[in-house]
C-alpha cells in the first residue's frame, strides 16, 4: 500500500509577482480551472492509496483545507510551524505514517501532462521501493536545460538505474553533452520508497535532523483539521534538502526514468513553454473607401 506524501510549503518566489509569499503557485490555477496542489492531488487517482498527507505552512493551513474540500479530496494536514527544507519536512511525515507504508512524495506545484506514464513509472518503481531502494524519478530531458539538477545513470537494476551521481545546475555547453550522451536525466524531485528506510538513511547521515523530527512528532496536537508538530523541537532542525541530506550519499538510490511532460514551473520561461499558446493573429486587409 501506497500513502501520498504532498509537499505544499514552497514560496514560488521565482514567478512573483503572480505567485507570493501568501499566495504561492502551488495555490493558483496555472494551466486549467484546478489549482496545481487541486491538480497533484487528481494525478494520484487509480494509484493504489492508502491515504494522503499534505504538509504546508501554518499560514496556509485554511487555503490548503478549502482547496481539498473543493475537490473533495480526504487528507491530513501537517503543518510546519517553520521552514526546513524538504528532509525535514519528510521525516515529519514518515514519522507520522502508521504500519510503515511505502511513501510517494511529490512536490505540489508540478506540472505533469501525461498522467498515464506517470502512474506507470510510479507502478514499475514499486518492487524497487518495496525491496529498500530509496526511488527517484529522472525526467527524461528534450533540450539542454541549465535550470535544472541532473542525475547520471549508474547500471540498470529491474526498472530503473542505480544513481551514479547527482549534477548540480550545469552551463549550456555541459547541459547539451549531457543530453547527447543519453545517460543523464532531469532531477525531478519526486520519490518513492518505505518510511522505515527513509529514516534510517536520515538517522544515518543526518541524525541531528532525525531526532529533532522525532522529538517534534512526540509533540504533536490535533487542531481542527490539522496536525501541529512540537514548535520548539522543529525550530531546531536544521535546514535540508532530501538530495543533499539523504539521496546523495547513500548507496540505495535508484532512479526511474520518467517521460511524462514534467515541469516544475519555476520561471515565467518554463511556465509559457507548457501553456497552450494562441494562433498567430488572422489576417484583416484594409479596406479603403
Not at 519526486?190 to 544515518?204: G, H, N, P
Not at 512528532?217 to 539523504?246: A, M, W
Not at 520518467?258 to 514551473?265: C, F, K, N, V, Y
Amino acid at each position: 500500500m501506497i500513502k501520498a506524501i504532498v509537499m505544499a510549503g514552497g514560496s514560488g518566489t521565482r514567478l512573483w509577482p503572480l505567485s507570493r509569499a501568501g499566495h504561492p503557485k502551488q495555490f493558483l490555477a496555472l494551466d486549467g480551472k484546478d489549482t496545481m496542489l487541486q491538480t497533484t492531488m487528481k494525478r494520484l487517482e487509480g494509484i493504489n492509496l492508502d491515504s494522503v498527507i499534505t504538509i504546508c505552512n501554518e499560514e496556509h493551513r485554511f487555503l490548503v483545507a478549502e482547496q481539498l474540500r473543493e475537490i473533495k479530496q480526504s487528507s491530513t494536514i501537517v503543518l510546519e510551524p517553520v521552514g526546513r527544507d524538504t528532509a525535514p519536512a519528510i521525516a515529519a511525515a514518515a514519522l507520522l505514517a502508521a504500519g510503515d507504508p511505502v511513501l510517494l512524495v511529490l512536490a505540489a506545484d508540478h506540472i505533469i501532462q501525461d498522467e498515464a506514464v506517470f502512474k506507470e513509472a510510479v507502478a514499475a518503481a514499486l518492487p524497487l521501493a518495496k525491496d529498500g531502494k530509496l526511488v527517484t524519478f529522472g525526467i527524461v530531458p528534450n533540450q539542454p536545460n541549465t535550470g535544472f539538477g541532473y542525475i547520471k545513470k549508474g547500471n540498470e537494476v529491474s526498472s530503473g538505474y542505480l544513481v551514479d551521481k547527482f549534477v548540480e545546475k550545469p552551463t549550456a555547453d555541459v547541459a547539451q553533452k549531457y543530453l547527447e550522451s543519453g545517460d543523464y536525466l532531469w532531477n525531478s524531485g519526486m520519490f518513492l520508497f518505505k518510511a522505515s528506510r527513509y529514516l534510517e538513511e536520515l538517522k544515518r547521515f543526518q541524525p541531528d535532523i532525525f531526532e529533532a523530527c522525532r522529538l517534534s512528532i512526540e509533540g504533536v496536537k490535533t487542531d481542527l483539521d490539522f496536525l501541529r508538530i512540537n514548535k520548539e523541537s522543529f525550530i531546531e532542525c536544521p535546514s535540508q534538502s532530501i538530495d543533499y541530506g539523504v539521496m546523495e550519499r547513500t548507496s540505495e538510490a535508484v532512479v526511474v526514468p520518467m517521460d511524462a511532460g514534467w515541469s516544475d514551473i519555476g520561471s515565467w520561461a518554463s511556465l509559457w513553454d507548457v501553456s497552450k499558446k494562441d494562433g498567430p493573429p488572422a489576417y484583416h486587409p484594409c479596406v479603403y473607401y
